[in-house]
């Protein structure tokens, strides 16, 4: 973990306890957090922010709120207001009023707490200033049988976010630290495998791979893939009981991780380049052929949605240790539903939940968690 949290993280692991049990003992001290966290991803759905930039969104508002509250018991929810109205300010600022409003109701715009949470608020944008998202892409798609293309049915070039490999990191060192070896080649026989269970599946598919597909879609207007595991902490928390700084520490642990997720799998996909199932089915099989789901305008390997939930169901999972196998298997569904969505290969989904896993249990570990 970078130094603005990682200084503080150990030793207030030490009086706050383990998930596990600090709740029973902490349940009285009422949270501040999923309203901002459930607003943000409002704001993701009516905005389309694409999941690579919804991932980055989350782990800076997240981040803050647990700096926050980190900062003295003393006006904790106030904090926690104060930085997360400020972060979403500087993502959001057309949405200023509704920010405004949920700040009038959950704190103390006046309150020197709340002026404490700006200015951890404030230190979270210095970050998003200096992360290297604003590197404008210059390259160039490498050419070859085996390399990604446009795709239809919109055909949309440049691709999405070609440097986010290269964006600054939170608990990984870099976007590579994990990076998995190349995709099957193009023409051999683990290639021609997997393209033509891409096609026999899309064929066959069952109401509940259907179903399966459609619940892990998360496209444009939606939450997104780091969105939708948010939504799943949410409704895992209602239920928790849990204080307003455990809150704050789960958020900033699976955003964070899911940011660095999207990180390294961005760095994979723009490693390899590889193509879409679309491109080869056309080229290869049959070029009337359509995709359940509408393939997404970036390279295959590795799948961003598999990475993702490799993340945050292993991050989830270190907090919810009797979930873990449900939260695991949930991370299984959403990697094989781009396969039933006919958007990606089954390597893509198998090395991307690898890599996730991966990336997960830095971040539990940066956390002190589990």
């Not at 690579?52 to 647990?66: C, I, P, Q």
């Not at 964006?167 to 190349?182: I, M, V």
Request: charged content about 20%; some cysteine; hydrophobic content about 45%.
């Amino acid at each position: 973990m970078k130094p603005l949290l990682c200084v503080i993280t150990a030793a207030v692991v030490l009086a706050i306890g383990s998930p596990a049990s600090a709740p029973a003992a902490q349940a009285a001290e009422r949270s501040a957090v999923r309203p901002w966290i459930e607003l943000e991803l409002e704001a993701i759905a009516s905005h389309s922010t694409n999941p690579v930039r919804a991932s980055r969104a989350l782990a800076h508002l997240s981040g803050a709120m647990y700096l926050a509250a980190l900062s003295g018991s003393q006006g904790r929810e106030d904090a926690v207001a104060g930085a997360a109205s400020t972060v979403l300010l500087h993502f959001y600022p057309d949405v200023a009023s509704s920010i405004a409003e949920l700040a009038d109701q959950l704190a103390d715009p006046e309150s020197a707490a709340f002026a404490r949470g700006r200015l951890a608020g404030r230190l979270l944008i210095a970050r998003a200033q200096t992360d290297g998202s604003d590197a404008v892409w210059t390259g160039r798609p490498p050419t070859g049988p085996g390399y990604w293309v446009p795709t239809p049915p919109a055909n949309t070039y440049p691709p999405l976010e070609p440097l986010a490999g290269t964006w600054r990191t939170w608990n990984l060192r870099e976007g590579s630290q994990f990076r998995p070896g190349p995709p099957p080649a193009y023409g051999k026989a683990q290639f021609e495998a997997e393209l033509s269970e891409v096609y026999a599946v899309s064929k066959s598919l069952t109401a509940e791979q259907m179903r399966i597909a459609d619940f892990w879609a998360d496209g444009p207007r939606t939450a997104t893939p780091p969105g939708h595991w948010n939504q799943i902490a949410l409704e895992m928390l209602e239920r928790a009981g849990w204080s307003t700084l455990l809150e704050s520490r789960l958020f900033s642990a699976l955003n964070t991780a899911q940011a660095d997720a999207f990180i390294a799998c961005w760095d994979a996909k723009y490693t390899y380049w590889s193509l879409r199932p679309v491109t080869a089915v056309h080229r290869l099989i049959d070029v009337s052929w359509e995709s359940y789901v509408t393939t997404p305008p970036f390279p295959a390997y590795v799948s961003g949605h598999s990475t993702t939930s490799g993340a945050a169901a292993t991050v989830l999972g270190a907090f919810f240790p009797d979930q873990a196998d449900e939260l695991d298997a949930m991370a299984e569904e959403a990697a094989i539903s781009r396969l039933y969505g006919g958007i990606h290969f089954r390597s893509d989904n198998e090395a991307g939940l690898e890599l996730g896993r991966r990336v997960g249990g830095v971040a539990t570990r940066a956390y002190h968690v589990g």
